[in-house]
């Protein structure tokens, strides 16, 4: 289970900013998901109302993530994370 | 049932690996919702089938069609006849729907199971989990409420359209105004003439 986790972590590297907003999805459905076989392991609920918060907090990131997204597609034709490396206001 | 939680878990990882390795946006949506269908059957066979509902409903209904506007939105364009084409051959939606005939095997599987004893498997039902929510965690659930709202004001801040960069924008447009016929054909117009 934590493999589970780990070997979701390694696939962050990825250019294209939508696939790098999914890779942090899968990040948090891992710990997610050690927080859920936690709970299983020890018999308590906490670790399931962790899940919830992080579910949430998935929810709200995403949202705010994907209005980032197109706000820069509006300035700058791709989506390429390389091409956000000039800032400027 | 552990043959079934490593084999969910198994679905899920291989599926997010194929996810993340995708060329196209919506092949990746595609296997990442299996994968999410993955680890919701864990949390079923862990004993939280409450939260595996939830983890359906919110990630694979709300938030992957989340994915899947903004993915419509940006790519909208030259390329959607050739899109939609290539998303009809069987090579690209065949292989998450056999991960998912696998997953719903597996499902009926422990569905039947499920009147053998549990042994000292504690199912959580929605009730406990409500009771510890409003109980001990009651702060946890104001302030994911506090998080919720602000994202909503946040997303909608950063989304919105202010008149001098629309101005702009249809400035930057080879075509005439498209008028009120909504972002994605704005937003598709104005790929093109970024390219062109």
């Known amino acids: 289970m934590i493999l589970f986790a780990v070997g979701l972590v390694g696939l962050l590297t990825r250019r294209n900013l939508i696939f790098t907003l999914m890779s942090i999805e899968v990040m948090l459905n891992a710990s997610g998901l050690a927080f859920v076989a936690g709970s299983y392991k020890w018999g308590r609920v906490d670790g399931q109302i962790m899940f919830l918060f992080i579910l949430a907090m998935a929810a709200a990131e995403v949202s705010v993530g994907l209005a980032l997204f197109l706000q820069f597609h509006r300035t700058q034709p791709t989506l390429d994370s390389d091409a956000a490396s000039e800032m400027r206001g | ?196």
Do not use: C, Q
């Open chain 2, 1 to 196: 049932m552990l043959i079934a939680f490593y084999i969910a878990s198994a679905i899920a990882v291989l599926a997010t690996i194929i996810a993340i390795t995708r060329r196209h946006a919506v092949h990746a949506l595609l296997y990442l919702i299996v994968s999410l269908l993955g680890v919701a059957i864990d949390f079923f066979v862990i004993g939280a089938p409450f939260l595996a509902a939830l983890e359906l409903i919110i990630y694979a209904g709300a938030i992957m069609v989340l994915f899947l506007f903004v993915v419509m939105m940006l790519n909208i364009g030259e390329h959607a006849t050739e899109v939609e084409t290539a998303s009809l051959k069987p090579g690209v939606w065949g292989w998450p729907s056999a991960l998912g005939v696998v997953l719903i095997a597996e499902l009926i599987y422990v569905a039947a199971h499920a009147s053998a004893p549990p042994g000292p498997m504690h199912v959580v039902s929605a009730k406990e989990i409500g009771i510890s929510l409003f109980g001990p965690y009651a702060i946890g659930v104001e302030l994911a409420s506090l998080l919720l709202t602000s994202g909503l004001v946040g997303a909608y801040h950063l989304g919105r359209r202010t008149s001098r960069e629309e101005e702009r924008n249809d400035a930057g447009t080879v075509g005439t105004r498209i008028g009120s016929s909504g972002d994605l054909v704005r937003s598709g117009s104005g790929r093109t003439s970024y390219t062109a």
